[in-house]
């Protein structure tokens, strides 16, 4: 306990003042810029080569941290807070990679990889995101097609890993 | 001598009504002060539980979802697909197709590619056979949905075959076009899960009206305050009826009713009294109540829940016409109801269900359109005689009118300090509005619709179940 | 004036009950009045705080997606994000401020694990928003105080055990809950021990929370359970055969057979449930020789029990079920039958004309 609130006074004290800017300066998203100049700069080599990869996710704050961290990798992410939003987009951009979550509102994670799988009949692989305790619709997924899934919560540098994997 | 006598008959009968109309109110005022303690408590125990981790259980209990149809055939693909959309892990979904003379079935078959199964029924409650079959899908991404396929019989046969059917512990019995908001089973399946003092044997949710609201891709998406003062005048009363009266009910656990659209039961207590009764128009009511007894008989405690949140939401009457033919039923069934339990009114060893749900049920529910009624026939009677004693008559409508108002504007704040679930700009002077209006606009109807039912019941027994037809739910 | 004279003469002269009648009715006035002025005034409100709130939620969600994005690998605070903790530390101080970033923390915190999720703690030291939490657990009100245990299982703050622990006894249930979801998340399985304490029930919403707090964990190193399994908290017993199931407690099965014959109705049937989960032919035998004086529930626990480990030497044991009156154990003995003796099963169909048997032995034969 004494340790800790030692540890937690010292990083008061060593807080950097003169770093204070106008408040409004972080107001402005500005991670996507630099998430952008970030994939020119990973690309050089190959532009014409942006992966797209469809993202699918309700939390919308998960959302846009994926969506950035993605970016920063030099993918080129279309987002969707539903199920059928994906749907669209899938139909519509034929993505390379789609991410998705399994609790979703309207149309779920295991309609989308059955719709993909069975209608459109497309081989794009497809990550899951569940939640802990849902082995069986993680079970449901794979028969469904799935490539690979991942239990929430979600380490975002572990999805890179995958997603660059399932991508080169 | 004759004329003394007539005169201490209606002084005695001023009387009855004075002491009638007094304690109708204290009544009332007693109801809504128990709810809001218990809507503050509700609110505070609710504020930081997480429904998430429930859902995501897989060893939280199963639920069936059990919704008989009609001639459904509308909304039938789009209400099964809202149904199928819950948030809960371990349930399943089974429409019952009661009959239906529609395509309903062949719709069903078609966008969620059933096929026809062998299934083995338990058939503890006796019910009409099956006609086309049991179906379930085959694609995988819809294997929580059975569809039911049997001979015509009613709602409470259909709600029955579903009780046969189901293999959960729990069955949330429901409205087919019925709209669940995705948390709603976690919510109503907490008090069965929570209370350890006293089996649950069955919860029952708040009912709010649909009408004039955006339904898109099966869920809420945009709730409007209507137009027609009928339907204000309805979501005003169920304000009222669940905020400021069953909430406090639920307290008491004196709870009578749980509202046909939407209730979850034990599934193994329901099937041990019997399931629901054919020979009521009243089905809902008449279980609880039959539940409740069971249990006082055998003596183990229990609770009927009530959760006060908005989770299920409904297409009320938008016409006089099948609005006076609903109430009309209710009427009916809550006298079927209330009469084919006799035995527990008044009786303490029903406890506070024999001494205080039931004599308050039959006294200011059953009898109070009743006793409204012969008032106002009287009040007549003396128009005509000329016996009228106008300062007396005016005093006392003006101030039962004023304490309606008062009333219904202490729901409509418990709302907004609740759920406020009328946000937009403008609601606000149409919900005081109606507050003042709707002892004009519905209450005649309402009173009427009770007359009727109490003369079909009494003198017209054939008559038949209002129909209520539907017209497709508003769409973006 | 006249109109006025009027009234009042007429009032003064009218009977008592009528008095009654005009003063509530004016009493009512002055209530109605105000509380259509405190409706309005409440929309109006509920209206603003609602946008309010949603303006907030926008510039902290892009504080916090841009505090995350400012750090890099060497300094545990970037100067970037130092910037944003000292802007966040203003806004910590305004009640209303803290508990809308606090809702825009827990949102990703929940969701997301490794690096991010330790950034996200780090800047809920540094905002001060840890102090306010601390506060709260001292405070009179039990909602105050199990919103801020909540809050510090939320965020993972493990250093406080001594504090949380101290509300073990709390009489308030929902108290008690946090605190013993606070020990599980962040303590795991060692978290458990409150369990030996623990004499209030632990009711099955509880329960399950555990459980799932629990799943989450990577490690499968569970205690013995055998003590939960005698505790004289029924509640525990329970919990401790969910316990034993999930996580495949073969060192328990001693503890388990003893089950067999508590006193609890409920717990001999849940154990049967594990018992045939873990594959102990053991149970099935002790059942067997008193099975016919056991509650129908137990029976019917027992017949599943006996689809999982029937064997050829059972086969004379279950003629004797075939033709019971519960819908249930007939099934499960004549779904047994058909393995062990599919002639004699079969053959079942002539022998008997019930149409009720009938249709359930056809619906086993196809299925």
Redesign the interface.
């Known amino acids: 306990m004494n340790t800790f609130k030692n540890k937690f006074r010292n990083r008061k004290l060593s807080s950097i003042k003169e770093n204070m800017k106008e408040n409004q300066q972080y107001y402005e998203l500005d991670a996507p810029k630099r998430a952008q100049n970030n994939s020119i700069n990973n690309n050089q080599t190959d532009k014409s080569a942006t992966k797209k990869v469809v993202l699918a996710e309700d939390n919308s704050l998960l959302l846009l941290l994926l969506k950035f961290r993605l970016q920063k990798e030099g993918y080129e992410i279309l987002t969707a807070t539903n199920g059928k939003e994906a749907l669209e987009l899938i139909q519509e951009h034929k993505p390379e990679l789609v991410l998705t979550d399994i609790m979703m509102p309207f149309v779920s994670g295991l309609e989308i990889i059955s719709h993909v799988r069975n209608k459109l009949k497309l081989e794009t692989p497809i990550i899951i995101f569940s939640a802990a305790g849902q082995e069986e619709i993680v079970i449901k997924a794979f028969d469904l097609g799935a490539t690979d899934f991942m239990s929430k919560p979600i380490s975002p540098n572990e999805l890179i890993i995958r997603v660059k994997k399932l991508l080169h | 001598m004759i004329s003394t006598v007539a005169q201490i008959i209606i002084d005695l009968f001023h009387y009855l009504f004075f002491i009638y109309s007094i304690s109708a109110i204290i009544s009332y005022l007693i109801l809504a002060y128990i709810s809001a303690i218990e809507t503050i408590e509700y609110k ?2 609710n ?2 539980v ?1 429904y ?10 199963s639920i069936s979802i059990i919704a008989p149809a009609y001639n459904e055939s509308l909304n039938i693909v789009e209400n099964v ?1 809202s149904l199928l ?1 819950s ?1 809960y ?1 371990n349930y399943d979904v089974i429409i019952i197709n009661d009959g239906s003379k529609d395509d309903s079935l062949q719709k069903l078959i078609e966008v969620y590619d059933l096929i026809e199964v ?1 299934y ?1 029924i ?1 058939e ?1 409650i006796p019910t009409m056979p099956l006609r086309a079959g049991i179906f379930k899908s085959t ?3 819809f ?1 929580k949905l059975i569809i039911v396929d049997k001979e015509n019989g009613g709602k409470a046969d259909a709600l029955n075959m579903g009780l046969n059917i189901s293999k959960s512990k729990y069955v949330a019995c429901i409205d087919v076009d019925c709209l669940l908001l ?1 948390d709603s089973l976690q919510k109503m399946i ?1 008090p ?6 006293r089996t649950v044997i069955a919860a029952g949710g708040v009912i709010r009206i649909s009408n004039s609201c955006i339904v898109k ?3 809420l998406h945009d709730v409007n305050f209507p137009k027609k003062l009928i339907e204000q005048g309805q979501i005003l009363e169920y304000i009222r009826a669940f905020l400021l009266g069953r909430m406090a009910w639920s307290r008491l656990n004196g709870l009578l009713v749980i509202s046909g659209a939407f209730g979850l039961f034990d599934k193994k207590i329901a099937i041990q009294v019997g399931g629901y009764d054919k020979n009521t128009v009243g089905e809902d009511m008449e279980l609880v109540v039959r539940m409740r007894g069971y249990m006082e008989e055998i003596k183990q405690k229990y609770k009927v829940a009530y959760i006060p949140d908005p989770l299920c939401w409904t297409e009320a009457p938008d016409n006089y016409k099948i609005f006076t033919s609903q109430r009309n039923r209710w009427t009916r069934g809550t006298i079927e109801t209330l009469r084919k339990h006799r035995k527990i009114g008044f009786n303490p060893k029903y406890n506070i269900l024999g001494m205080l749900s039931y004599p308050y049920w039959l006294f200011f529910e059953r009898m109070a359109p009743v006793i409204e009624f012969v008032g106002i026939l009287y009040f007549g009677i003396l128009i005509i005689t000329d016996k009228i004693k106008w ?2 008559a005016f ?2 409508i ?2 039962a009118y ?2 309606t ?2 009333f219904s ?2 729901a ?2 418990t709302e ?2 609740t759920y ?1 679930q009328y ?1 937009k ?1 403008g ?2 002077i149409h ?2 509005t109606i507050a003042f209006l709707e002892p004009f606009v519905n209450h005649p109807f309402i009173l009427y619709a009770a007359m009727r039912g109490n003369f079909d019941y009494y003198f017209n027994k054939k008559k038949k179940w209002g129909e209520m037809t539907r017209k497709g739910m508003a769409k973006a | 004036m006249n109109i006025y004279n009027y009234l009042l003469d007429y009032i003064n002269d009218a009977a008592l009950i009528i008095q009654v009648a005009w003063a509530m009715t004016i009493l009512f006035i002055v209530i109605i009045i105000p509380l259509i002025i405190y409706l309005k005034y409440i929309r109006t409100h509920l209206r603003t705080q609602e946008r309010s709130i949603a303006v907030y939620e926008k510039k902290y969600e892009s504080y916090l997606i841009n505090y995350l994005y400012a750090g890099n690998e060497d300094e545990e605070i970037s100067k970037e994000q130092q910037v944003i903790i000292n802007q966040l530390k203003n806004s910590v101080q305004e009640p209303y401020k803290r508990k809308i970033l606090i809702s825009v923390l827990v949102k990703l915190q929940n969701e997301i694990s490794g690096e991010t999720a330790d950034s996200i703690q780090q800047l809920y030291f540094h905002t001060g928003l840890l102090q306010y939490a601390l506060y709260r657990l001292r405070h009179k009100k039990w909602y105050v105080i199990a919103k801020g245990i909540r809050e510090l299982k939320q965020f993972h703050i493990r250093e406080v055990q001594d504090e949380v622990m101290l509300h073990i006894n709390h009489p308030r249930r929902e108290v008690r809950k946090e605190m013993q979801l606070y020990m599980v998340n962040l303590f795991y399985f060692e978290g458990l021990h409150f369990l030996d304490q623990l004499e209030t029930p632990l009711s099955e919403w509880d329960q399950i929370q555990l459980l799932g707090a629990l799943e989450r964990l990577q490690s499968q190193n569970i205690f013995s359970v055998n003590s939960w399994l005698r505790s004289s908290n029924d509640s525990v017993v329970f919990f401790a055969l969910k316990l034993a199931k999930i996580y495949n407690q073969f060192d328990s099965v001693d503890e388990l057979l003893k089950l067999l014959h508590h006193s609890n109705e409920q717990v001999r049937i849940d154990s049967i449930g594990v018992l045939s989960y873990l594959d102990v032919l053991e149970a099935k035998e002790i059942l067997k020789l008193d099975i016919a004086h056991r509650s129908l529930d137990e029976k019917i626990a027992f017949f599943k029990m006996m689809e999982n480990l029937y064997q050829k030497t059972d086969e004379e044991f279950l003629v004797k079920y075939i033709h019971d009156e519960n819908f249930e154990i007939k099934v499960s003995a004549l779904k047994i039958f058909k393995k062990l003796n599919k002639e004699k099963f079969e053959s079942l169909k002539f022998e008997n004309a019930d149409p009720y048997f009938l249709r359930i032995v056809n619906f086993l034969e196809n299925n």
């Open positions: 505070r125990k504020s930081f997480n998430k981790e429930i859902m995501s259980s897989n060893i939280s209990p697909r959309s948030h892990v062998d083995l338990n503890q694609n995988p991404a294997e995705e907490k069965f899960l929570e209370i350890t003092d891709e099966g869920k300062d007396y005093a006392f003006i101030l004023l304490f108002v008062f504007l202490i409509i704040i907004e300090l406020h946000k700009k609601t606000g919900l005081i």
